[in-house]
Nanobody, 126 residues
Framework: QVQLVESGGGSVQAGGSLRLSCAASGYTYSRYCMGWFRQAPGKEREGVAAIGSDGSTRIAVSVKGRFTISRDNAENTLYLQMNSLKPEDTAMYFC????????????????????WGQGTQVTVSS
């Protein structure tokens, strides 16, 4: 069955960096659009970044210029490089897979995604 397993979260001071990974299995990874989402306590889940099967990307305005999404289709792994972290980036981060391969304005909408990981916590202190 489909499995998405996130790793790489942790605690960091403001201005620091973290790299999240998401290991995927159980489906043809290269054909799926992949996304990163986050949810802070008391807030709705929001889309952070998405990457299509062709490598095209969509980045949320709130993290543009600081976060980079990438994928390694040979290793079935998704990455989120997070630089210049801010306390407001504190959240549980989830990776997700969509059976539709393309990226567009819909790609940061959680309803577009079929499969979800369990999440990894990121905490940024000031």
């Amino acid at each position: 069955q489909v499995q998405l397993v996130e790793s790489g979260g942790g605690s960091v001071q403001a201005g620091g960096s973290l790299r999240l990974s998401c290991a995927a299995s159980g489906y043809t990874y290269s054909r799926y659009c992949m996304g990163w989402f986050r949810q802070a306590p008391g807030k709705e889940r929001e889309g952070v970044a998405a990457i299509g099967s062709d490598g095209s990307t969509r980045i949320a305005v709130s993290v543009k210029g600081r976060f980079t999404i990438s994928r390694d289709n040979a290793e079935n792994t998704l990455y989120l490089q997070m630089n210049s972290l801010k306390p407001e980036d504190t959240a549980m981060y989830f990776c997700a897979a969509s059976s539709s391969p393309g990226v567009g304005s819909w790609s940061l909408n959680q309803n577009w995604y079929n499969y979800w990981g369990q999440g990894t916590q990121v905490t940024v202190s000031s």
